[in-house]
């Protein structure tokens, strides 16, 4: 037979054992009745003749293993005898069994959970193909990026021909979404993208067509590519087919379905999944004319590269082409400081989120590996206990013949099925855990992520499953079977040899706990004390109490800064709802989505590069409401603006800034280039600085300016007396009936700054869980490490009691050796954590990476936990009755 046939008979025989066990012993037992049948012939009787046949024939027991050899895996019936002998010692023991399994679930379910984001968030290309081809266009001016408007990025698309294609896109406000039938539809999201969107990716729709060129046109019929899920959810049962032609309305503007994106496909942007694409042309029509003004910066734009063109080249051609466009009326606004284009890569997408999130996600990743690290060396002590206490067992199997070899493959199978077990449901845990860190993340924004159990995340689970076997199974496999048979047969488990060897590992196994338990718990005091202080810092102004109403930059938000009249109706309305106390409108104010910044100068001195202010436009009553406090001159009044001689007041880090320690009051600045011809504006007031709406950011370069009608509202403050949420329904409402406004959100400022923070959140609420989970694995380490040393060292408790050594005295030399561990732990995770420390400093707020009050009370925790942890084996081993202990072998 062929090799490959032999192979094939031995594979069957695994499926039909009991067959061939059954023939053979047919075949066997027709053998010997042929022979005893010969031996009768010869004059034997039947008795003499059955046994002279099993003579003749050989050992049957022997015959029937050779006979399995030879057509079975030897190796796979091995394993199997192994896992069967493994399955019967965990289920001789489930309280070891139980307390193993769920420390690898935890830990290796936590790298999973972690890094099934990860994946996602930052490895992931685009399900587009050729995804490599793709990159990101970015317009800079200086170090910082100023985007490209819709005009200008027509005429550059119409223009270049060194790249396949060039898209853009942007999110599309929605203020309503409804079926033809008028059946309202919540939650949609949607993207106004260019007319090659689809071709550029190279996605091509599941059923239907995709946007062309000619629906991105004015005169174009609206018509829209949904999603595979909103599909099935606005539509129902209907089929794919059914859908195309079906009307969807838009901010009241009908839009005919002519395409359904294939499944899988969330557009360019990690984290956002639109449930429709619509036309850039058809902006006016959904009152979003504002967003592809010349004026306006907000789109993105992404390129695939042509095969012969090399990306240098691409970009030095792209970046002449925008330097020339920018000159057209329609850019001047951007002055004529120099600015380039930069390619950046564009495979993964749009990398907003993986930019905000990736280097916390390695950070978190790095924690829960030392946690999978300390689990490790609780599962090698507790599987170290379990080798001295089976001691005399494999010094038995050694003396009737047991190779060491097998025994060490025995005792790592039996590790095997502990980690298959345990990496199984830690597998469940982490889809839990991927979705609830997810959700921790976004902080009640919507994010739409893929994730799953792609090859990345499996292979990741298989080698750190193959990790923990190799450290928490292998050495104490090698040192159970590292003993001396006479020894381990004559001491019974207890004076056999390797105990000392087993005790110091033990002990060094301890010491690497508490190292990285220290490392870990003062990380994670560290992570929260920084979430505290940016939660509980002096913002300049008062957050609590304050509904923030936030607006899409559209031509409603114009309009109404455009009309004083409707201002001051909407003003009244709003401060009439009940429990309102004040109210206030801005234009790009620092606790909105918006802003727009002018190069601020003097008289006397041209403008500096660090002279880029934040410009304001606010209402009467607006450091009021939000309760920022003038610290010099006045705030802005009800008469300022409009025909009167412009005004200012500055923030105080922009009146340092200009005037230094001069008294800025009555002085003069303009600013340029800006909206509004700011020349010659004097200064009124000095309002104390604030913070953005991320708390992180520094105090602002703010100058406030009286609303004039050139800046669209984007935000509305109320001050409110009691729960600001209880009146999102009615502002809402009010907006509507008085301005047709539609809202980009309502709610608490406070909400808006936890959102803000949700990288910090992350980090403290994960850190610290891992924190203490550290302290109780830690704790469980020395509660081990004492116990098994008191049980090594029975008789001579026995012997110290019997010479009259109290139990003070027993349980104290017991604790001496459990701080001698805890201060060896401490020293050595103490210079670990000054050294990993800095690889958070950037994560950290208003705290050094270094703060001596944080490590000292993480040590501090540690050693509490430590000493409760040792203290309760040593006192139950100074309880034990000296007659009993000396008896003991």
Not at 234 to 251: S, W
Request: some cysteine; proline content about 6%.
């Amino acid at each position: 037979m062929t090799p490959l046939r032999v192979l094939a008979a031995r594979l069957r025989s695994l499926f039909r054992r009991r067959d061939d066990d059954a023939r053979l012993r047919a075949e066997i037992e027709a053998h010997l009745e042929s022979l005893a049948a010969e031996h009768k012939r010869r004059g034997l009787p039947s008795a003499e003749a059955r046994l002279a046949a099993l003579r003749e024939f050989g050992g049957v027991s022997q015959i029937r293993e050779i006979h399995r050899e030879q057509r079975g895996l030897p190796f796979l019936d091995a394993l199997a005898q192994d896992l069967r002998y493994a399955f019967r010692q965990l289920r001789a023991n489930p309280g070891f069994a139980a307390a193993a399994i769920f420390t690898l679930a935890l830990g290796i379910g936590a790298n999973t959970a972690i890094f099934r984001v990860l994946d996602a968030v930052v490895f992931r290309s685009l399900p587009v193909p050729h995804p490599e081809q793709l990159v990101l266009v970015g317009a800079y001016r200086g170090d910082a990026g100023i985007g490209f408007s819709y005009p200008l990025y027509r005429e550059i698309a119409a223009r270049q021909q060194v790249v396949a294609g060039l898209i853009a896109m942007c999110d599309l406000p929605i203020e309503s979404a409804a079926l033809a039938s008028g059946q309202p539809i919540d939650g949609v999201t949607a993207r106004m993208v260019s007319g090659g969107y689809f071709p550029t990716l190279g996605v091509a729709p599941r059923i239907g067509r995709a946007l062309a060129d000619s629906d991105d046109q004015p005169s174009a019929a609206p018509v829209a590519v949904i999603s595979d899920r909103f599909r099935r959810r606005a539509f129902g049962d209907a089929g794919a087919a059914d859908v195309l032609g079906q009307t969807i309305r838009i901010n009241g503007a009908p839009f005919t379905v002519v395409g359904v994106a294939p499944p899988g496909f969330f557009g360019e942007s990690v984290g956002s999944a639109p449930d429709l694409w619509v036309p850039f042309a058809m902006a006016p029509r959904v009152k979003a004319g504002l967003m592809i003004s010349p004026a306006a910066k907000m789109i993105s734009v992404m390129a695939r590269l042509r095969p012969d063109v090399s990306p240098a080249r691409a970009q030095t051609a792209l970046g002449l082409l925008y330097t020339q466009l920018r000159e057209l009326a329609a850019q001047t606004f951007l002055g004529r400081e120099p600015c380039r284009v930069e390619f950046a890569s564009g495979s993964q997408g749009l990398g907003g989120l993986r930019a905000h999130f990736s280097e916390p996600l390695w950070i978190l990743m790095a924690i829960a590996g030392l946690v999978l690290l300390m689990a490790c060396c609780n599962l090698a002590n507790l599987l170290m206990a379990r080798a001295t206490a089976r001691t005399h067992e494999i010094g038995v199997r050694l003396a009737l013949g047991a190779g060491r070899a097998r025994l060490l493959r025995q005792l790592l199978t039996e590790s095997l099925l502990l980690t298959a077990i345990g990496t199984a449901l830690g597998l469940a845990l982490a889809a839990w855990g991927s979705r609830q860190l997810i959700a921790l993340a976004a902080a009640g924004s919507h994010w739409q992520i893929p994730i799953d159990f792609g090859w990345r995340v499996l292979s990741f689970t298989a080698g750190a499953a193959a990790a923990a076997v190799c450290l928490f199974g292998l050495a104490p496999a090698i040192a159970a079977t590292r003993l001396e048979v006479n020894a381990a047969l004559q001491g019974a488990g207890r004076s056999a040899g390797g105990s000392r060897g087993h005790a110091a590992f033990t002990k060094a196994l301890v010491v690497a706990q508490i190292a990285v338990s220290l490392v870990l718990v003062a990380g994670a005091s560290l992570l929260v004390r920084s979430f505290w202080n940016l939660l509980h810092q002096d913002f300049g102004y008062r957050p609590d109490g304050l509904l923030l109403v936030s607006l899409p930059l559209d031509a409603p938000s114009l309009a109404l800064a455009k009309n004083p009249g409707q201002v001051q109706l909407l003003s009244e309305r709003l401060a009439g709802l009940p429990g309102v106390r004040s109210v206030a409108l801005d234009g790009m104010g620092p606790l909105g989505s918006w802003q727009f910044s002018g190069r601020i100068s003097l008289p006397d001195r041209p403008s500096r590069d660090d002279d880029n202010a934040l410009l304001v436009n606010v209402s009467p009553g607006y450091f009021e409401t939000l309760a920022i406090p003038i610290a010099a001159g006045r705030s802005i009044a009800a008469g300022d603006g409009g025909g009167s001689a412009q005004v200012a007041v500055l923030s105080e880090t922009a009146a340092r800034r200009l005037f230094g320690r001069d008294n800025p009051i009555g002085r003069r600045i303009s600013a340029s280039p800006s909206f509004d011809s700011l020349h010659a504006v004097e200064v009124v007031g000095v309002a104390r600085d604030v913070r953005p709406a991320n708390p992180r950011q520094a105090f602002g370069f703010l100058v406030y300016l009286p609303q004039s009608g050139k800046i669209p509202i984007t935000s509305i403050e109320i001050r409110t007396a009691g729960d600001p949420g209880i009146l999102a329904a009615p502002v809402r409402h009010t907006l509507r009936e008085v301005a047709g406004l539609r809202t980009a959100s309502v709610r608490p400022l406070w909400e808006t700054l936890r959102s803000s923070v949700g990288q910090d959140r992350l980090m403290a609420v994960l850190s610290g869980a891992f924190g203490v989970l550290a302290l109780l694995l830690a704790s469980v380490g020395l509660y081990g490490v004492i116990a098994y040393g008191a049980e090594r060292r029975t008789q001579e408790i026995g012997i110290r009691s019997a010479l009259g050594a109290t139990r003070a005295q027993i349980s104290g030399f017991l604790m001496r050796e459990m701080g001698t561990l805890l201060l060896c732990g401490l020293v050595l995770g103490g210079v670990a954590t000054l050294i990993l420390a800095r690889w958070i400093r950037a994560m950290l707020f208003g705290l050094a990476p270094h703060d001596p009050a944080m490590l000292l009370l993480a040590a501090a925790a540690l050693s509490l936990v430590a000493l409760i942890a040792g203290y309760l084996p040593a006192r139950r081993a100074a309880r034990l009755d000296p007659m009993r202990a000396l008896r003991q072998e």
